[in-house]
């Protein structure tokens, strides 16, 4: 069977569907040495991704999303390969290809949350159009979660037979780090000298950054915390709201802004930190949990969509996410009792062992054989 993979979003920087690209493709040329592949992909990573098996074939295609080149230049290059399937890793795809195939969804997070990205008229009608035309014409849609499963079903009238979950997994970089000299450079590097909880994540109303500020405040003021919060990740303009509540809180001296950082520096962290807090209203499937769990972090995070289902009801912390007084009250619940502390750490290392790209990789192989 010829198949062709949408690798379009394919990333060695590793983050978010970038990584999950790269796992899948990297585990199936380890187990499938009888299906052709053809892997369509963009500069820079055309050049760099070198495939380790004969029957994989990368096409430079260069058609970013929600472009022409994507619906006709792209689509001009899949009708050449004469595919049995095509596996669009994204919802984004040409809506004028007709022959099988499978999308994978990660997250509808667009359709409950549309943000201050998607204001226009154009970027609307732009979205609703192209991840209705994947999920319609898909022979098997792969979600990543069961709520994202369920999600699917409400939203399109998809009928759930249709509809395949396949979990995600952590990198395996991720892991407990034993040298103390790179941890206390690390702490150094980000005067870190006092207990600190970690956020990583985008800047977006869905991930409620600014909630998680505001339990923070109460953490300090009712429970008498003496450390920092520390948020990782790109600082978004859209988003001035983040900085304003530091401000109207004075949290300045107690919020720690990291901005991009490399990935060894943000395992480091994991490690470091006391508990790593998730307050998103919404999330597809929520990796960083498992991140921490495969640090030995304690996780309190949200009670909504499918951080429940990805963490394990006994395994972490909920909190509603919506009550910024609930959010305090669970950090702190974690924070005052070591025991609770060990269990957390230990469950969570148990939890891991459910999550695997190799164990991904097969499944969606099923997928495409089936």
């Not at 204001?119 to 994947?134: D, G």
């Amino acid at each position: 069977m010829k198949i062709g993979i949408d690798a379009r979003m394919y990333s060695t920087k590793f983050t978010g569907i970038g990584r999950y690209v790269y796992e899948l493709i990297q585990n199936l040329q380890e187990i499938d040495k009888k299906n052709e592949y053809f892997i369509f992909l963009n500069d820079p990573e055309y050049k760099t991704y070198i495939p380790t098996n004969p029957n994989f074939h990368k096409i430079r295609v260069n058609a970013r999303h929600y472009t022409l080149t994507e619906q006709l230049k792209f689509l001009r290059k899949l009708n050449k390969c004469k595919l049995d399937l095509v596996h669009f890793t994204h919802f984004n795809a040409p809506i004028l290809y007709f022959k099988p195939s499978i999308v994978t969804i990660h997250d509808l997070t667009l359709s409950f949350y549309p943000g201050k990205k998607m204001t226009s008229v154009f970027h609307r009608i732009a979205y609703h159009l192209t991840i209705y035309c994947s999920i319609k014409k898909a022979k098997k849609i792969i979600a990543v979660s069961q709520n994202t499963k369920k999600d699917i079903e409400k939203l399109f009238k998809i009928n759930s037979e249709k509809i395949k979950v396949i979990y995600e997994a952590a990198n395996k970089d991720f892991k407990p780090i034993k040298d103390q000299k790179l941890l206390d450079h690390i702490k150094e590097k980000y005067d870190l000298d006092k207990p600190f909880l970690l956020y990583t994540g985008v800047w977006r109303d869905h991930k409620n950054i600014t909630g998680l500020l505001k339990g923070f405040h109460i953490l300090q003021q009712k429970y008498k915390f003496n450390g920092y919060l520390v948020i990782t990740g790109k600082e978004d303009p859209h988003y001035p709201e983040v900085k304003e509540t530091v401000k109207t809180y004075n949290l300045q001296k107690h919020v720690k802004f990291t901005g991009l950082i490399p990935e060894q520096d943000l395992i480091a962290l994991y490690n470091l930190a006391e508990i790593y807090v998730l307050p998103s209203f919404y999330e597809g499937f929520g990796l960083p949990i498992l991140e921490a769990f495969a640090c030995n972090t304690p996780v309190a995070c949200s009670d909504s969509s499918s951080l429940p289902e990805i963490a394990g009801e006994q395994n972490a912390i909920f909190f509603d996410p919506k009550d910024h007084e609930d959010i305090a009250a669970k950090i702190h619940q974690i924070l005052k009792d070591k025991s609770l502390r060990k269990t957390l750490k230990s469950r969570g290392q148990k939890r891991l062992t459910r999550f695997s790209w190799p164990k991904m990789a097969k499944e969606t192989l099923e997928v495409y054989n089936s």
